[in-house]
């Protein structure tokens, strides 16, 4: 019986693990669909646009929930928002995974 419980708690464990698991390619179709126009290829940054890759996941997801939720962090905040808004948490995820990696 011992070994069932512990079975089942690993498995919660395992389940519900807040553990980051972004998907690099989609996240890139995602940002090219949506982020390229002003973040640049690969998230460089662009005019006024700043630079998004390369950024720790965590942090990325962070910006990118706040701007969801409607909180104005810089001067481009009322397009973050409006961009940010219909981003799933997974979209953030995989958008996460690739911009920490993205390269030109």
Known sequence: MMLVNKMIIL??????NPVFAGDA????????QNCKQCH?????G????????????AYTIDRLKNYRA???IGPNSS????MAR??????IENL??????AKR
């Open 11 to 16: 498995l919660i464990a395992l389940l519900f």
């Open 25 to 32: 390619v989609l996240g890139e179709a995602k940002f090219n």
């Open 40 to 44: 640049g290829p690969a998230g460089m």
């Open 46 to 57: 662009l005019a006024s646009y700043p630079k998004v890759s390369g950024n720790d996941i």
């Open 70 to 72: 409607g909180v104005e």
């Open 79 to 82: 397009l973050m928002i409006m």
């Open 86 to 91: 219909p981003l799933s948490d997974i979209d």
């Open 96 to 101: 996460a995974a690739y911009l920490k990696e």
